[in-house]
Structure formats: C-alpha cells, structure tokens
C-alpha cells in the first residue's frame, strides 16, 4: 500500500485492523489519514474501508466482528444511527444525538461506542479561544450536528443554551433531550435571531451552495461575539466572510475533524500516539487539509 512520501505500509499476521463503514465509502478520507498517522508513529496497525449496506450491519456486528485481530472501526452514513440503537452507548453526547462515529472491540469481544463530534467542536473552541461556561448559546439548526454540538455544549455549563430550527417542534425534541445535561438553561429560541448571545453556531446546511440563504443576519451578531460554521469547507461561508467584515471572530467547521483525531486514537487504544497528536495538531491538519 503506497503511503505518502514514497513510503510502503506492512501489514503482517500481527496488524491490528480498524475499518470505516459506510455507504457510500469512497469519499472517506480516513484510511489515508489514520494509516499515516499508524506508519509515522509506528503502530502495527491499518484501517480498510468497506462499503457495507444499512441491512448487512447487524450480521457484521454479528460475525463480521468475531476476529480477534480487529481494533475497532469508524462509522459514517447510513450507519451511525442503527449502531447508537444496537450498541446503547454511555456517552451523553451519544445519548443526545442519537448516533455514534466510533466502536471499539475489547479483548473479550464486547463492541463499545462513542461519538466524536461533539467533543471534536468544544476542543475547537478551545483551540480558538471561545469560550462557553456562563455564556449565552444560540445553536441554530437541530438535526443530527445539532444535536451533537448542542450536548457537548450543554456538558460546558452555558448560561443559557437556546436552540432554533425552522420545525419549532424539532427544536424542543431537542431540546428536551438536552435537559438532563443542562437543565433550565435549554431552551426553544423564540427565532434565530443572533443579538443578545455570546456564541452563535450555524448547524445547518445554509451555506453549502453559493446561492443559499444565511442561516441568521450576519448584522444582527452582537460585537463581541463568537460565530462558528460547522459546515466543511475549505472556503469561508458566506456566513463567515460577512462576519468577518464586521469584526466578528467567525471560526470555520473544520476544526472539529481536526480535534477529533487524537480522541479516536486514544479510545481505540493508543494514549501516547493521541498525547503527541494533541501536542501538535499540524500534522493532523495537514493530513486532513493539504494547502
């Protein structure tokens, strides 16, 4: 298997083996970064996508996960929901959302499960400098990144945690969901109107497409304010770039693949690969957003 750099990957009888299931698969990006993140560091182990129907994944889990040498795997659509379902995972942020990106298969056979989002975009707060504990929180869109970054949010202790989305009733089922993890500080936003709040993140797919409406008025951000764009791209949104206009500190999506990473190594095992990772997340964003 080719690596960057001219290098070749081996894989022996003793390689550990992670997938990433999906389907479609072809447009991950995942085993040409965590199989160079395993050579680079010297982890006897290698990730393999497989293209596996919604209907095929309870007799993976089944028999597909009996083999010993298998570490674990990373799951994308249509699969995170079902796993969530299947597996019953402790993490809240699971829990809340509904889904999971990560299994881990322990020594005994037993699948555990975990969600990354949502701890992915937090870090990237840090990584930015915004704040959360005591602040006020507009999350604007409430489905399945919403749901995520909103329980992450909640586990940061705001001040107030308000929710809008277009189906006023998909906001409180939200809503609701996030009450174990912060209480009366949940709320329904009465619109998404972005004044009177400390952060404002975008959580809907307004923005993907160059002629898409705004999620919220780009004018109407307090100055002061934090904005953050969860959608991928390398370009600013519109969002962003009128933000940004203003003065405005408007941080793009991006980031919360990028701090993702070093929390999936550890969990699949790997504590001082992830602390070295952390300590310098170039690597990682190079892997992931060549120039």
């Known amino acids: 298997m080719g690596r960057p750099g001219g290098t070749d990957m081996k894989i022996t009888g003793t390689t ?30 290698a990730m393999v996508p497989l293209k596996l129907p919604a209907a095929a994944l309870p007799g993976f889990l089944e028999h597909g996960m009996k083999a010993e040498n298998i570490g674990g ?44 989002d949502g701890i992915g975009f937090v870090k990237g707060l840090d990584h930015f400098g915004i704040a959360v504990a005591g602040k006020r929180v507009l999350v604007v869109g409430a489905g399945g990144g919403g749901h995520a970054v909103a329980a992450a949010i909640a586990l940061r202790k705001p001040a107030l945690l308000a ?14 969901r996030l009450q174990p993890l912060a209480g009366p500080a949940a709320c329904v936003a009465a619109s998404n109107d972005p004044a009177g709040y ?25 100055a002061g304010a934090a904005v953050v764009d969860i959608i991928m791209s390398k370009q600013p949104t519109p969002l962003l770039r009128a933000c940004r206009e203003r003065g405005i500190q408007a941080e793009a999506g991006f980031e919360m693949l990028v701090q993702q990473i070093p929390e999936v190594v550890r969990f699949f095992g790997f504590d001082a690969i992830a602390g070295t ?6 690597e990682v964003r190079a892997l992931l957003y060549p120039k």
């Open 198 to 222: 400390d952060l404002v993140v975008n959580c809907t797919s307004q923005g993907l497409k160059v002629d898409d409406a705004m999620p919220f008025d780009a004018a109407r951000v307090d």
């Open 277 to 282: 990772l952390q300590a310098d997340m170039s």
């Open 16 to 45: 550990r083996v992670f997938y990433i299931l999906g389907d479609p698969v072809a447009q991950v990006r995942a085993p040409e970064v965590y199989n160079h993140l395993f050579e680079r560091h010297g982890i006897d182990a």
């Open 163 to 176: 929710v809008a989305n277009r189906s006023r009733e998909r906001a409180a089922s939200l809503v609701a």
């Open 73 to 116: 795997f990373l799951a994308t659509i249509p699969h995170k929901a079902a796993l969530c379902e299947r597996l019953q995972p402790t993490d809240p942020v699971a829990q809340v959302a509904h889904a999971v990106n990560a299994v881990k298969r322990h020594a005994d056979g037993r699948l555990e499960a975990a969600l990354f």
